[in-house]
């Protein structure tokens, strides 16, 4: 198995530019998740989704979108880059339920000059 | 909303000695989890342990271990027998039905 897998592992960005990072995993599981990662902030969560179908927002959505079109994969979208989204992001995949363990991705570093 | 508070920006130990990361946090669910992960310098996120809020007996995992105080809601991490592979920043955790919790981390330091 190759576990949660991003791309890709570092970009850098334009300000006003638009990508997707993907994300990956072959475990099957039900809920998949978004984070940044900002110095002194630790983790906060963008975007979740519980199925094929099916995503919520987190605690900071503002710029980014996702879709769940296939149980394996969950993209996020930056429609419009801006300096203050430059961060390292991570992809995590589990089982339904509060008390499985989250499995991470490696990780993208992205800049947004 | 709920929070997760880690107060030691930067911790540090001797190689083989005991040191204890610090963890508080609040909520107003009853039902939760707490975990503690690690991330090295490989940027790769580990977990390390995890709490039921129901379970009185505190989680144990060989080194590690909490002490988990539901009604102080804290949940520290304490690391026996410190080796030079803990060092890493380390982070708690709060999660909820579909909402997770980080604190700021912990750097751990182990001096040989």
């Known amino acids: 198995n190759a576990g949660v897998t991003q791309t890709p592992k570092f970009q850098v960005l334009k300000t006003g530019q638009s990508m997707t990072l993907q994300c990956a995993q072959d475990?099957?599981?039900?809920?998949m998740s978004w984070y940044r990662q900002d110095p002194g902030m630790g983790l906060r969560l963008i975007h979740y989704?519980?199925?094929?179908?099916?995503?919520d927002q987190g605690e900071v959505p503002n710029g980014y979108n996702v879709s769940r079109s296939t149980t394996e994969d969950f993209p996020l979208r930056l429609l419009s880059a801006a300096p203050s989204q430059t961060s390292v992001y991570f992809c995590a995949s589990s089982y339904s339920g509060t008390h499985n363990e989250q499995f991470f991705g490696p990780g993208t570093r992205l800049t947004v000059l | 909303a709920q929070t997760v508070t880690q107060s030691q920006p930067e911790m540090s130990v001797q190689e083989a000695e005991t040191v204890t990361l610090s963890c508080t946090y609040d909520?107003?669910?009853?039902?939760?989890?707490l975990f503690w992960y690690k991330q090295p310098p490989s940027r790769q996120m580990i977990l390390v342990i995890r709490?039921?809020?129901?379970?009185?007996q505190n989680a144990t995992e060989n080194r590690f271990s909490v002490n988990f105080q539901k009604a102080a809601k804290s949940f520290s991490l304490k690391i026996s027998d410190s080796q030079l592979g803990d060092a890493a920043m380390y982070f708690c955790?709060?999660?909820?039905?579909?909402?997770?919790?980080f604190g700021a981390g912990t750097r751990l330091t182990v001096k040989p």
């Open positions: 475990m099957n599981h039900e809920y």
């Open positions: 955790a709060y999660r909820s039905d579909n909402d997770m919790r």
């Open positions: 909520t107003s669910e009853s039902d939760y989890y």
């Open positions: 709490q039921e809020a129901y379970k009185q």
């Open positions: 989704s519980v199925g094929a179908g099916i995503t």
